[in-house]
């Protein structure tokens, strides 16, 4: 199963990928790396993936002309590496519909949140600020919307008393990157039932249960 991965920062989630099916593991995993771009030729993930010896490519947005321009080159650009499945990576661009449609139901995007709630850049933090006591993260599939694609699969992680938007944003990433390997292997033998919204066939592994916290007057 070839993907290419598309990332705009320092690849974390891409390490996880790599570390899982790159090198001596890709022809147990039966999962071929082919590329991974980028938007900025300083992305961190660019230099990951060099050192894995996975070829790279740049499209920069100040490049084109148009937002069309960009989305047609950089549609063009992966098409090159045939990929069987795209990732978004962390890759902080929208897609736009010519990219879209020439990968439809095969581009596949992570989102530090629950979905439908708290969509957009800035997940954790307004679901932090909305009070909640659970989050999580959602691996969906990419339509034309922001954040809107059926969604394949989510996770819930717990949010703890005097948590920060950057602890949150870590347990979600750490469960993020485990999902990520485990539905990319899971693709390799099976597909996605896809009828309309709903994506069946795959589920994540159930989140750990959490202990709970007396509340003080308990211990009295």
């Known amino acids: ?47 990951r993936a060099e050192a894995a010896g996975i070829p790279t490519f740049v499209v920069r947005p100040r490049d084109s002309a148009t937002r069309e321009e960009w989305n047609r080159t950089l549609r063009d650009t992966v098409a090159d590496f045939a990929p069987d499945w795209v990732v978004s990576a962390g890759f902080m661009r929208i897609l736009g519909e010519e990219f879209i449609s020439a990968f439809p139901d095969r581009i596949i995007n992570t989102h530090p949140a629950l979905l439908p709630a708290f969509p957009g850049a800035h997940g954790v933090r307004d679901a932090l600020a909305h ?13 034309a919307g922001v954040d809107t694609g059926p969604i394949i699969t989510q996770f819930a992680v717990p949010v703890h008393d005097g948590d920060t938007e950057e602890t949150v944003h870590e347990r979600i990433k750490t469960r993020e990157r485990e999902e990520v390997v485990r539905l990319l292997a899971f693709l390799t033998d099976n597909d996605l039932d896809i009828d309309g ?24």
């Open 1 to 47: 199963m070839r993907i290419v991965l598309l990332a705009s920062g320092s690849g974390t989630l891409t390490q996880a990928v790599i570390d899982a099916f790159a090198g001596p593991a890709r022809a147990e995993a039966g999962v071929e790396i082919v590329g991974i771009g980028s938007d900025a030729a300083t992305a961190g993930v660019l230099a």
């Open 131 to 143: 009070g909640v006591k659970v989050t999580g993260g959602t691996i969906h599939l990419v339509d």
């Open 197 to 220: 919204r709903r994506v069946q066939g795959y589920r994540a592994r159930p989140s750990d249960p959490t202990p709970s916290t007396p509340h003080p007057k308990e211990d009295q």
